[in-house]
């Protein structure tokens, strides 16, 4: 069964740090390519980042580019976030996804976790 569970979210004040994790079943993983999306109250969800199977190749929006590191262990099946100098308009609920090229696009995305809401107050 192919599956993605986020976890790692919760409150930060502005300027802190979080680290968000995906844990992915092994089918899933296989898949590739990891990303991460986001989607504030209101908005459409957007694209964060996405990493490729060995980690060498990664993408980031403009947005966090320069705050947050997308990493993987293969070996736990895993895929992390970590989040730094967050800022209010991070606020968001945060989804891992599983795909089979790097894209911004979330319908190359088959496969998703039910998401983790981070909430940075200001």
């Known amino acids: 069964q192919v599956q993605l569970v986020e976890s790692g979210g919760g409150l930060v004040q502005a300027g802190g740090s979080l680290r968000l994790s995906c844990a992915a079943s092994?089918?899933?993983?296989?898949?590739?390519?990891m990303g991460w999306f986001r989607q504030a109250p209101g908005k459409e969800r957007e694209f964060v980042t996405a990493?490729?199977?060995?980690?060498?190749?990664?993408s980031y929006a403009d947005s966090v580019k320069g705050r947050f590191t997308i990493s993987r262990d293969n070996a736990k099946n895993t895929v992390y976030l970590q989040m730094n100098s967050l800022k209010p308009e991070d606020t968001a609920v945060y989804y891992c996804?599983?795909?089979?090229?790097?894209?911004?696009?979330?319908?190359?995305?088959?496969?998703w976790g039910q998401g983790t809401q981070v909430t940075v107050s200001s």
């Open positions: 092994q089918r899933t993983f296989n898949s590739n390519i």
């Open positions: 996804a599983a795909g089979l090229v790097i894209s911004s696009a979330d319908y190359n995305y088959p496969y």
């Open positions: 990493i490729n199977w060995s980690g060498r190749s990664t």
